[in-house]
């Protein structure tokens, strides 16, 4: 699964319960929402208008819930298949090695009680803009999350846009798309989500799109990753 898992639609209870009880024969990564749900549930943030997981908050197994999705990766690679999975993208100026090492990073943090003080002050905001090695603490937890789980467009140098929410055209000039530009990733594969507007679009032969806009009511799609073929079906 690409991440966000809930928050795009109806049954989010029934969703989490569900991919929960797979065990190890799901593999998930964390989204956006999936973060938001969980800042939320830890007292970071209110709900939105639009949010969909009262039913979680609800829920008598909450925290059983909660606790199994904060331990989900940001970024997930399986050596057999040369693919990585991500929610939103692996920034150009990070290989492959660099990028596992930085989402150990923040996966350590959120399985450590940290999580508490990332969830209530820290997860929030667009700065910093662009990767610095030199970057510490919260700073820097922040922006590797942004990268894996809320980045679409970027500049060669890897600073994000954060602003612009809409296909590809519509970004200010220098940036692009995250997968433009010339990366360091060889023939790894690239499993995403997050990026509704593409419609399951690249042009990118070995960085595969998988969000079809489900959430604006087209389909929702899977892809076997070993044949390469898609599976989409309509919400009802
Ligand atoms: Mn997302």
């Known amino acids: 699964m690409c991440g966000d898992l809930v928050n795009r639609g109806p049954e989010n209870l029934e969703t989490l319960r569900f991919l929960k009880s797979l065990g190890k024969r799901c593999v998930s990564v ?3 929402h999936d973060l938001h749900l969980l800042a ?4 970071g943030h209110n709900l939105k208008r639009h949010d969909t997981i009262d039913d979680i908050l609800d829920a008598p197994d909450r925290e059983t ?10 970024l997930h690679y399986c050596p057999k298949l040369d693919t990585a999975m991500v929610h939103a993208g692996i920034p150009p100026i990070w290989d492959l090695s660099k990028a596992l090492r930085r989402s150990a990073e923040v996966e350590a943090m959120l399985q450590s009680d940290e ?7 820290h997860m929030y905001g667009n700065l910093p803009a662009v990767w610095s090695k030199d970057l510490r603490g919260w700073p820097r937890l922040r922006m590797i999350t942004n990268y894996f789980t809320r980045m679409r467009f970027c500049n060669a140098e890897g600073r ?11 970004q200010p000039e220098g940036y692009a798309p ?4 010339p990366n360091q990733l060889g023939k790894t594969e690239v499993v995403f989500g997050h990026w509704a507007a593409l419609m399951g679009e690249t042009r990118h032969k070995r960085i595969h799109a998988l969000d079809t806009g489900c959430v604006w009511g087209s389909a929702l799609t899977c892809m076997d990753i070993e044949s ?3 599976f989409s079906v309509d919400p009802d």
């Open 30 to 32: 964390l989204g956006n």
């Open 228 to 230: 390469g073929e898609r």
């Open 40 to 43: 939320i549930a830890m007292g």
């Open 115 to 121: 999580h508490l003080s990332f969830f209530a002050d």
């Open 178 to 181: 995250w997968f433009e530009f």
């Open 160 to 170: 994000l846009d954060l602003g612009t929410k809409s296909g590809p055209g519509t």
């Open 65 to 74: 819930l909660l606790k199994w999705l904060r331990k989900r990766p940001l």
